[in-house]
């Protein structure tokens, strides 16, 4: 259905069913390396916001993890807890207030992370290949403005998107293992 409630503009069908497929597929993938790390995928989720934050400079409390993941204040700490024990995340007392409990993520954490999906990524990367910049460009809008649509955050640039999920184990600013 289109915004007002009719069916989707033909020239609009094809590229939401596409965006639907692919977004299937990537949910498998997705599930499939988390099986691969024996991680669900609410922990997956999880490491990926502990992630993206590290790399913004913020601290992640569990509170901030469940608001981010819409997870209630216990599940957020049993997946941190699954994190925690699967060394994939580590508790810290913030250096600012001491009553505070920081989560970080681990430099396994991002090791397992590439090890899992830079593969998709480079045979996504692949298929790309064919495609022209301004193909890739109009790809990428039509891409952030369907995320948008949903209630997704528009990056003000790439370094902001899915790959700022993985950042260089030197940069991501978590703990050591």
Request: charged share 25%.
């Given at each position: 259905?289109?915004?007002?409630?009719?069916?989707?503009?033909?020239r609009?069908?094809?590229?939401?069913?596409?965006l639907?497929?692919?977004?299937?597929?990537?949910?498998?993938?997705?599930?499939?390396?988390?099986?691969?790390?024996?991680?669900?995928?609410?922990?997956?989720?999880?490491?990926?916001?502990?992630?993206?934050r590290?790399?913004a400079?913020?601290?992640?409390?569990?509170?901030?993890?469940?608001?981010?993941?819409?997870?209630?204040?216990?599940?957020?700490?049993?997946?941190?807890?699954?994190?925690?024990?699967?060394?994939?995340?580590?508790?810290?007392?913030?250096?600012?207030?001491?009553?505070?409990?920081?989560?970080?993520?681990?430099?396994?954490?991002?090791?397992?992370?590439?090890?899992?999906?830079?593969?998709?990524?480079?045979?996504?990367?692949?298929?790309?290949?064919?495609?022209?910049?301004?193909?890739l460009?109009?790809?990428?809008?039509?891409?952030?403005?369907?995320?948008v649509?949903?209630?997704?955050d528009?990056?003000s640039?790439?370094?902001?998107?899915?790959?700022?999920?993985?950042?260089?184990?030197?940069?991501?600013?978590?703990?050591?293992?």
């Amino acid at each position: 259905m289109s915004a007002s409630g009719g069916p989707l503009p033909p020239r609009h069908q094809a590229v939401v069913g596409a965006l639907r497929a692919f977004s299937e597929r990537s949910d498998q993938a997705a599930d499939d390396a988390g099986r691969g790390l024996g991680l669900g995928r609410t922990d997956l989720r999880a490491l990926a916001v502990l992630m993206r934050r590290a790399a913004a400079g913020e601290e992640t409390t569990v509170t901030d993890l469940g608001r981010g993941l819409h997870l209630s204040k216990p599940a957020a700490t049993a997946a941190v807890d699954r994190l925690v024990a699967s060394g994939h995340a580590v508790r810290r007392r913030s250096e600012a207030d001491r009553r505070r409990v920081i989560v970080d993520h681990t430099d396994s954490a991002v090791a397992d992370g590439r090890a899992a999906f830079l593969p998709l990524a480079a045979r996504i990367s692949g298929a790309l290949d064919d495609f022209s910049d301004e193909d890739l460009d109009a790809a990428l809008r039509v891409i952030v403005a369907a995320t948008v649509a949903l209630g997704g955050d528009r990056p003000s640039s790439p370094a902001e998107g899915p790959a700022a999920t993985l950042p260089a184990p030197a940069a991501h600013g978590g703990s050591r293992p």
